[in-house]
């Protein structure tokens, strides 16, 4: 009897060391099966196909065709849904295997593939059809439940068939993974609960967002029921002179606004967690002056739209968000236009800038290259989120900006030529500001003679910001005024020039109340280019903030000389 004890032990002893080896054989398969080196471009443009196939599955194989704008609704709800679905479940694994994102890319852009099984889940359940997986819109107490039950107690005529399996694949798969990895069923089943309650949160969000509405506004969330819900995202609301979206695209137009702002938030978190240095050297290499400078165009292109349009402000969320998500957007096609110019600019910059990203090895052309059309691609989806029309504006800046520094146009090599495109680009900044308020998507009702004086005013300053880089330009065979005509008589032309823009102010809004102050200014503004003891400080671009602020006080002169009626 106890031989057969001993016998039993070693059996059961043998068998879980098998299994053991199994598990570690099967941790070296998946290693194998997930290459390392990947990039984040090409987890973001997989990512984008596969979103496309999600969006051919649900619009195209399981039904008719739909209308185009059916399509491009869906096609932007699927990527921003599980977009920030994905990178969610990214930090979950990056906390419980305790890497860092960016060894994990590989991973993720395999699991990013279960996106495209809910419809086919459904297609074989229903032969052919596929199932309205729509989100939980549930009190506090209903959502318990289906929670407790995973997704069940739906109300009638919502089926989560396809989307169920899937959730539950996935977090079986997430907790091997972990297991395989770490051997600790402990920390496998806890990183299946916290994947599973993220994923709950995600198809319950705009319950979760009601609820915390319904606090911030001093009121019980447990008064709240699905036709709050309904109510709150599914009532088309007036959004600026963007208009009301329509009853039919209401939910998916203003979640997705919520949905951009936390994806952006995400990513940025998931950057941070790879590489601190190369965050901070982007966020250190973004031109504050001029960051600032296109953020007082947006505000002055508003401020415009707002003066002749000002029944078109609707104090309300929506309105808020869109447009924190167009500043946004702003600030990421800046950024992403600050990395091509350091990639074409990198000769200049050896010289010039040596303190910049590309000249300190912080990141490889081949890492700056994919950041900035990374960038670039966010800041046109972000567009898209609130306006078609103001994604062709910034689709515009983005191409007056290659067309700028890259070859083979590469037009900052000729001097006016570079100013008057920089301030085309400057424009489209304005334009997208105004067409918040203007109501009509169209520039035909712009104040055409205000978008005069910006681009002569424009083209005649700008060339202040080439003082610093003569010796790179130099050498790089650009052609720029304090070249061509020396530093000294280089400033004098530059000041003129500036000096010129302010008092022509005059004359372009005509109106002469402004003529001694557009003199001061501008005399103060020349005197800054040309007074010999801040040469150096010329030279270094130190003194274009300065110039700036003097531009920034003059117009709030000006606004309250021409619109003293509206601010009294």
Known sequence: MFGLLISSRAGIMGGMTGIKNKFKKLGKNLANIFPQELSPLFLMLNFLGIIGLRTFEDKFLASSSSPWEDVMIELMHNFLFFSLTSLLVWLILSFFLKKKPRELISLVAWSNLLVLLPPLFDMVKTKGNVFWSFYLLSDIKTLFWQFLTIFGNLPTGIVYFGTKITFLVAIFLIMLVIYTKTRKIIKALSAGLVVYIALFLMGSFPSWFVFLAHMFQGKSPWEVNAITIVQFFGSPVEILGFGTATLKYAFAY????????????????????????????????????????????????????????????????????????????????????????????????????????????????????????????????????????????????????????????????????????????????????????????????????????????????????????????????????????????????????????????????????LFWWAVLFGGISFWIVNNPAWKGRMKKGELVGWILSAAMIYALVMAKILFADMIK
């Open 254 to 513: 203003q979640i997705g606004m919520i949905f951009y702002m936390l994806l952006i938030f995400l990513a940025a978190a998931i950057f941070y967690l790879n590489n601190k240095e190369k965050f901070w050297a982007i966020i250190k290499n973004a031109r504050f002056p001029q960051l600032i400078y296109h953020l007082g165009l947006l505000i002055v292109g508003m401020g415009l739209g707002f003066w002749m349009y000002p029944q078109n402000w609707h104090s309300n969320l929506f309105s808020i968000l869109a447009i924190s998500i167009v500043a946004i957007n702003i600030v990421l096609a800046w950024l992403a236009s600050v990395v091509f110019n350091d990639i074409y600019d990198y000769k200049i910059d050896i010289i010039s800038n040596s303190y910049r990203p590309l000249q300190k090895k912080i990141f490889t052309m081949e890492e700056y290259w994919q950041l900035g059309i990374i960038l670039f691609i966010l800041s046109l989806i972000g567009s898209m989120t609130v306006s078609v029309f103001g994604f062709i504006l910034l689709l515009a800046y983005q191409i007056v900006a290659w067309f700028y520094s890259a070859p083979p146009y590469r037009l900052k090599r000729f001097p006016l030529i570079a100013t008057f495109f920089s301030a085309i680009a400057s424009l489209l900044i304005l334009f997208l500001g105004f067409i918040m308020f203007s109501g009509e998507e169209k520039l035909a009702i712009f104040p055409w003679r205000i978008g005069f004086m910006f681009l002569f005013g424009l083209t005649l300053s700008l060339p202040m910001k080439d003082f610093r880089d003569i010796e790179g330009d130099r050498k790089d065979g650009v052609l720029t005024w304090p070249i061509i005509l020396g530093y000294d008589l280089g400033a004098k032309a530059v000041g003129s020039g500036i000096f010129i823009s302010f008092v022509m102010s005059v004359f372009f809004l005509n109106e002469l109340k």
